[in-house]
């Protein structure tokens, strides 16, 4: 008999055995009222393996890692995928939209790991999921390449 790969729950949202979605964990309000999210991307394979955990741009003026995840994303070697990718493109969203390296209060997002719960600046890895925060799925992811 042949063993399934499990679900992957990020934020409220799960993604089953051999899915992909796009999952926009939101960070933060705007002072426009308007909701910053972190698109995450899972692919989870029909069968059980490793986890790939990919992130660029920490470091909001940073961008060759967003192409390069991009890229990843598409590749069709992607269907036969045993485990999972979790792919974030773009971890420092407020600093890729304003082109700057830093948070907005010149923080450095690469030095707060794994992050404060009180501080909302370093909230962005401290986002939960019902079962697992992302720094639990990081930690357990087995591949993260160095950058
Ligand atoms: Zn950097």
New binding site residues.
């Given amino acids: 008999m042949m063993t399934k790969q499990s679900p992957i729950v990020i934020g409220e949202q799960e993604v089953a055995a051999g899915q992909r979605a796009t999952i926009d964990l939101p960070v933060a309000d705007l002072y426009t009222h308007t909701q910053l999210t972190m698109p995450v991307h899972v692919i989870n394979g029909r069968r059980p393996g490793p986890t790939l955990f990919l992130t660029a741009a920490?470091?909001g003026d940073?961008l060759n890692g967003i192409e390069i995840i991009k890229r990843v994303l598409r590749l069709s070697a992607l269907k036969q995928l045993r485990g999972c990718v979790i792919a974030v493109p773009i971890v420092n969203v407020f600093g890729f939209i304003n082109r700057s390296r830093y948070l907005p209060d010149r923080r450095d997002l690469?030095r707060s790991f794994p992050g404060e719960k009180r501080d909302p600046s370093q909230r962005v890895w401290r986002i939960s999921s019902p079962k697992k925060s992302l720094p639990r799925l990081i930690s357990e992811s087995i591949y993260i390449p160095a950058?």
Avoid: G
């Fill in positions: 920490v470091h940073e690469n950058r």
